[in-house]
Antibody, heavy 122, light 107 residues
Framework: EVQLVESGGGLVQPGGSLRLSCAAS????????MSWVRQAPGKGLDWVAN????????YHVDSVKGRFTISRDNAKNSLYLQMNSLRVEDTAVYYC???????????????WGQGTLVTVSS | DIQMTQSPSSLSASVGDRVTVTCRAS??????LAWYQQRPGRVPKLLIF???TLQSGVPSRFSGSGSGTLFTLTISTLQPEDVATYYC?????????FGQGTKLEIK
């Protein structure tokens, strides 16, 4: 069974940093693109970043470029999001998601974690 | 970046009704479009990918169509459990933007 478990969220002051982690199990992690998607309280889904299987390609949405960095450790079956210079508007539940039903297809995000809440407030 | 615009933003319909949600892309995305359902307090669930392919386990009352810039999600016979917010998503090119969502309620 595919499982994605996020951790690392919490309360942080504006300008602060947090590192989110996503522990993956139940599939061959190194075969899949992975992503972070966030959702501010009461708002819609907001795509944040994705990373290729070997980490050689990464994309970040403009609103987080230069502040957030996605990374992965295939040996630890883990995905990360380093978040620096946090702003109030970064407050959201952050979801880890796997791209594709199978490693060879392009079929959306069939697997999501339960999310971790990041609150940026003074 | 490709912008995704859904309409309507909210919708109220009766059980048994046919419901249609529209998603428009700011530029052509071929059929690189997915639809998600998010029930209140729950994680998003993939319904449809490649604009019209039903994800395994999704009831057949859900269907998708479209290509290029205009797409639709249709629920043929609305059920009470379909109360949710529905999102479209472009995956033609990163960032894989979502629409703003369509909140569906039962009358």
């Amino acid at each position: 069974e595919v499982q994605l478990v996020e951790s690392g969220g919490g309360l942080v002051q504006p300008g602060g940093s947090l590192r989110l982690s996503c522990a993956a199990s139940g599939f061959t992690f190194s075969n899949y693109w992975m992503s972070w998607v966030r959702q501010a309280p009461g708002k819609g889904l907001d795509w944040v970043a994705n990373i290729k299987q070997d980490g050689s390609e990464k994309y970040h949405v403009d609103s987080v470029k230069g502040r957030f960095t996605i990374s992965r450790d295939n040996a630890k079956n883990s995905l990360y999001l380093q978040m620096n210079s946090l702003r109030v508007e970064d407050t959201a539940v952050y979801y880890c998601a796997r791209w594709g039903r199978e490693y060879y297809d392009s079929s959306g995000y069939p697997y999501w974690g339960q999310g971790t809440l990041v609150t940026v407030s003074s | 970046d490709i912008q995704m615009t859904q309409s309507p933003s909210s919708l109220s319909a009766s059980v048994g009704d046919r419901v249609t949600v529209t998603c428009r892309a700011s530029q052509g995305i071929d059929n690189y479009l997915a639809w998600y359902q998010q029930r209140p307090g729950r994680v998003p669930k993939l319904l449809i990918f490649a604009a019209s392919t039903l994800q395994s386990g999704v009831p057949s009352r859900f269907s998708g169509s479209g290509s290029g810039t205009l797409f639709t999600l249709t629920i043929s016979t609305l059920q009470p459990e379909d109360v949710a917010t529905y999102y479209c998503q472009n995956y033609k090119s990163a960032p894989y933007t979502f629409g703003q969502g369509t909140k569906l309620e039962i009358k």
